[in-house]
């Protein structure tokens, strides 16, 4: 090229780079999630919102920021339905310094801290790590609040783009409490959206045990605290006062639940498949149902002796007429999934069962504290049975109402994340 012609061309060139420097960048997302690795519901919040993320703001690039005890099985899981996810763990220290350099690097690369889906806000103590020492925005999807507060939620919460509640009750109690973020609405927990699967496993196992696809209904269950220090992994100590309430409510809160895989089994031509949605069930399950069921019940009831991971437990459930039960997430993956699910909740299970009436699924929430809802559970359960497409067109409709309040959610967070 001549000098003339390039002169002339300098500042074309000069206006194109300047316009380039101007558009908007992808949105970098440093999400906080992974809570533990022996509960399905727990692994579930994470793959729930990346999927979100992914769908509505498909140019947003993502790092999860992990617990330590992401195990590999479960960041390989991850990866199968996430391939290009990038992973970190580690803590940020008093000075600011981050404990490894992937952890450094993605905090610096991050353009938003996007606080997961959770009982409470869960990572506190990194978020104000993160704030602190970087003063980049941040915003929370999902959480239950006020159950597990770590004493300054509420003036952290106030400083946050938006905060999405997964229950009604949570809003109100931070609504009192005076927390001050200018967007603080109901938002469904990130685990509505999971769509993990392992279908192979899933066949493998119906297949062994005789289920018929369409043809069983899932049944969790769980004590009013989880025994932790059942579980060497977590390395918990004995806590005499949990397992003293344990004890006390176990029969109680197991009494309607049997009752009703005994009207199924006697009842209709529905198996009942026992599962877990925690490492410690299992037991739980064999105790306060199979143990104690008639025998001529037993040969129309599975109990499955061990643990498993999300995407083989939503296969299975995504086969299965509905699920029922004292547990919380396996119910919210299914009608995240159009599968109808009864929930069964109790005081120690926090606020968080209340979404149920949120969705507009009220009728399948019992109160295991309330003595009068416990007559109106076998006939809750058996309707999924006798009346199966009522229970699908029901569920259909809490699943819209869901979908809607994602599209409206996220749609805040994409905004809340542009960077120029």
């Known amino acids: 090229m001549k000098r003339r012609e390039f002169l002339k061309s300098v500042p074309l060139v000069a206006c194109c780079a300047q316009a380039f420097a101007e ?74 310094k981050a404990s490894n350099s992937e952890l450094s690097d993605a905090i610096a690369w991050s353009s938003f801290f996007l606080h997961g889906s959770g009982p409470s806000l869960v990572a506190a103590k990194d978020l104000v790590a993160f704030v602190k020492h970087t003063g980049k925005p941040f915003g929370v999807y999902g959480i239950t609040h006020g159950s597990f507060s770590t004493g300054n939620d509420a003036e952290l919460l106030s400083q946050a783009r938006f905060v999405y509640f997964r229950d009604s009750v949570s809003l109100a109690r931070a609504r009192n409490e005076g927390v001050t973020c200018k967007v603080m609405e109901y938002g469904p927990d990130g685990a509505f959206a999971c769509d993990l699967r392992d279908d192979d496993k899933a066949s493998r196992f119906l297949k062994e045990h005789d289920l018929e696809v369409g043809k069983y209904l899932c049944c969790l269950s769980r004590l009013r605290y989880t025994p932790y220090w059942t579980i060497p992994a977590k390395n918990r100590p004995f806590d005499a006062e949990r397992h003293r309430r344990n004890e006390m409510m176990k029969e109680r809160d197991h009494l309607e639940l049997r009752k009703a895989i005994v009207a199924i089994a006697r ?120 009346y199966p497409d009522r229970a699908r067109q029901k569920v259909e409709k809490a699943r819209g109402f869901v979908q809607q309040r994602q599209r409206q959610t996220m749609d805040f967070v994409k905004n809340s994340t542009k960077t120029v």
Not at 30 to 43: C, K
Not at 81 to 94: C, D, M, Q
Not at 314 to 331: C, D, K, N, T, W
Request: charged residues 25%.
């Open 267 to 386: 009842q209709t031509s529905y198996k009942v498949l026992l599962c877990p949605e925690d490492a410690t069930q299992m037991a739980v399950g064999r105790e306060m149902f199979w143990e104690k069921l008639p025998e001529d019940v037993k040969p129309q009831v599975v109990w499955r002796d061990s643990f498993w991971l999300t995407d083989e437990a939503l296969s299975i459930y995504v086969r299965s007429a509905g699920l029922f039960g004292s547990e919380m997430h396996s119910p919210i993956m299914a009608v995240g999934n159009g599968v109808p699910a009864i929930v069964c909740r109790f005081e120690e299970q926090t606020s968080k069962g209340f979404m149920w009436r949120d969705i507009g699924l009220d009728d399948w929430l019992f109160d295991l504290d309330d003595p009068t809802d416990h007559p109106q559970i076998v006939p809750a359960v058996l309707s999924l049975a006798e």
């Open 23 to 96: 558009l908007p960048r992808a949105p970098r997302v440093l999400l906080r999630s992974s809570w533990q690795v022996v509960n399905i519901g727990d692994i579930a919040h994470t793959p729930g919102v990346l999927r979100l993320l992914g769908q509505y703001i498909p140019e947003a690039e993502v790092t999860l920021w992990a617990s330590g005890d992401l195990s590999e099985e479960v960041a390989a899981m991850l990866r199968r339905r996430f391939p290009n996810l990038a992973i970190v763990k580690g803590s940020i220290g008093t000075d600011g």
